[in-house]
């Protein structure tokens, strides 16, 4: 199986994965989560918002968290428990994000690891969090 086990984990193990955002991906987002909010879909109706021009759900975005922490870190097997997510830039049509996982807490007790989660464009940060997660485990 990709990815590690519990057992595998260290402090200061990061992962990343990158996605360029399309208007594909802004449109099957919308249908999937029916988040249908003119700011994404309408320019004329975004232009007059604070972003001026469409941008993507902020979600979309932090989707890209649950791709690292499901494919690469932890990886296959893992099940996410909590995340908390501060949207601090927007992203647009054409951003590439990439989204970076690194582990800042490991507790054996419980085979629970806590990760400190980003999601960057052009080396800004668009999002920050932490996410805790039930990696597999070897046992």
Not at 44 to 52: D, I, L, P, R, Y
Not at 53 to 79: D, F, K, N
Request: net charge neutral; aromatic share 4%; with cysteine.
């Amino acid at each position: 199986m990709d990815g590690f086990a519990f057992e595998d984990l260290q402090i200061g193990q990061s992962a990343s994965v990158g996605k360029t955002i399309t208007e594909a991906d802004i449109l099957l987002f919308a249908a999937v989560s029916t988040d249908t909010n003119p700011v994404h879909l309408n320019a004329e109706a975004a232009a007059q918002s604070v972003f001026k021009e469409r941008v993507a759900h902020g979600m979309l975005s932090a989707g890209l968290i649950s791709a690292v922490l499901g494919t690469r870190l932890p990886g296959a097997g893992t099940v996410y428990l909590a995340q908390t997510l501060q949207f601090r830039r927007p992203v647009r049509i054409g951003d590439t994000v990439t989204a970076t996982a690194e582990v800042t807490a490991l507790d054996p007790a419980k085979k629970r690891a806590t990760l400190r989660t980003t999601c960057t464009v052009g080396g800004k940060v668009v999002i920050e969090g932490e996410a805790t997660v039930l990696p597999r485990s070897r046992a």
